[in-house]
């Protein structure tokens, strides 16, 4: 049986107005503050996109326009780019909710490539757990991304998490700084603030997506509970009440919160919505209210 699509073509056509925003300037990048992504006179040519309002008119292919009836704008290659990583958790905990978290994660990873290959960014997308997994990097217009969708779809949700050692790891390969997007439910047994931290201090800059399933921020049981952790399979058991779930929201939401307040203190953002979220209410809203969008 073949599978469904991460993202249909009409999503990918309203995705093509969007560019991966980054607020920092690194020295000897191109793309501080997003500088135009239309290059001048003398560069590569690379792919097209579509037009949409507020487009440069310059940039326009008027003989396809002649031939198709349609707009395309020309996209050139300017080199060197800022990278864009894409730290996207595969751990067993993502696999949990009525839509999994990690369902959900792949759509979004899948979205924000596409965004980036449009505007000819170099997208790499690096699964982690309790360490770094293969990696897939793309980059060149949106005929690469059909790849970057086959290496999503076959990734599973499985181990743990460890947020220092794949910190670690990441500033050991990836001593070139730049934008680092996590997207992550963010549970880990142990820290998970001191270590996304110390990627801020070693200079790049993160955009930080937390996902969590409804049930992950407010419980919907009552009364004498198991809980398994899914990604130890430890046992807790709990007897469950209305206080009892307002005290877990409330933490729930001050640990969200503090995730947030790392991230801006560093110059980086934070957004969190749950998987119940339409995919396209989360990028055209929240995270472009974040400003991990424009």
């Given at each position: 049986?073949?599978?469904?699509?991460?993202?249909?073509?009409?999503?990918?056509?309203?995705?093509?107005?969007?560019?991966?925003?980054?607020?920092?300037?690194?020295?000897?990048?191109?793309?501080?503050?997003?500088?135009?992504?239309?290059?001048?006179?003398?560069?590569?040519?690379?792919d097209h996109r579509h037009f949409h309002q507020?487009?440069?008119?310059?940039?326009?292919?008027?003989?396809?326009?002649?031939?198709?009836?349609?707009?395309?704008?020309?996209?050139?290659?300017?080199?060197?780019?800022?990278?864009?990583?894409?730290?996207?958790?595969?751990?067993?905990?993502?696999?949990?909710?009525?839509?999994?978290?990690?369902?959900?994660?792949?759509?979004?990873?899948?979205?924000?490539?596409?965004?980036?290959?449009?505007?000819?960014?170099?997208?790499?997308?690096?699964?982690?757990?309790?360490?770094?997994?293969?990696?897939?990097?793309?980059?060149?217009?949106?005929?690469?991304?059909?790849?970057?969708?086959?290496?999503?779809?076959?990734?599973?949700?499985?181990?743990?998490?460890?947020?220092?050692?794949?910190?670690?790891?990441?500033?050991?390969?990836?001593?070139?700084?730049?934008?680092?997007?996590?997207?992550?439910?963010?549970?880990?047994?142990?820290?998970?603030?001191?270590?996304?931290?110390?990627?801020?201090?070693?200079?790049?800059?993160?955009?930080?997506i937390h996902l969590w399933a409804p049930e992950?921020?407010?419980?919907?049981?009552?009364?004498?509970?198991?809980?398994?952790?899914?990604?130890?399979?430890?046992?807790?058991?709990m007897d469950l009440d209305s206080g009892a779930?307002?005290?877990?929201?409330?933490?729930?939401?001050?640990?969200?919160?503090?995730?947030?307040?790392?991230?801006?203190?560093?110059?980086?953002?934070?957004?969190?919505?749950?998987?119940?979220?339409?995919?396209?209410?989360?990028?055209?809203?929240?995270?472009?209210?974040?400003?991990?969008?424009?």
């Amino acid at each position: 049986m073949a599978r469904e699509p991460l993202i249909d073509q009409k999503f990918l056509e309203k995705l093509e107005r969007l560019t991966i925003y980054w607020q920092k300037s690194f020295p000897g990048l191109v793309g501080g503050h997003n500088a135009s992504r239309f290059a001048g006179p003398g560069q590569e040519f690379l792919d097209h996109r579509h037009f949409h309002q507020g487009d440069d008119l310059r940039a326009v292919n008027w003989r396809a326009y002649m031939r198709l009836d349609k707009l395309f704008l020309k996209m050139f290659q300017v080199e060197p780019r800022i990278p864009v990583r894409v730290l996207l958790d595969t751990s067993k905990s993502m696999s949990t909710g009525a839509v999994t978290k990690f369902e959900y994660a792949r759509k979004l990873a899948a979205a924000l490539c596409y965004v980036g290959l449009v505007r000819l960014d170099t997208i790499c997308i690096q699964p982690f757990r309790e360490t770094l997994g293969d990696s897939f990097q793309c980059s060149g217009g949106r005929h690469r991304f059909v790849p970057a969708v086959n290496f999503l779809t076959n990734l599973e949700a499985t181990g743990h998490t460890s947020y220092l050692q794949v910190a670690r790891q990441f500033v050991s390969s990836y001593p070139q700084r730049g934008l680092v997007v996590v997207i992550s439910d963010f549970l880990d047994n142990e820290d998970a603030e001191k270590p996304l931290q110390y990627l801020a201090e070693f200079g790049h800059e993160l955009l930080l997506i937390h996902l969590w399933a409804p049930e992950d921020r407010e419980p919907p049981w009552d009364g004498e509970l198991e809980l398994i952790d899914a990604e130890t399979g430890s046992h807790m058991e709990m007897d469950l009440d209305s206080g009892a779930r307002a005290r877990y929201t409330t933490a729930f939401d001050a640990y969200a919160r503090r995730l947030q307040v790392m991230a801006q203190r560093n110059g980086g953002r934070y957004v969190g919505f749950p998987t119940a979220m339409p995919l396209e209410d989360a990028i055209f809203g929240s995270i472009i209210r974040a400003g991990g969008l424009q």
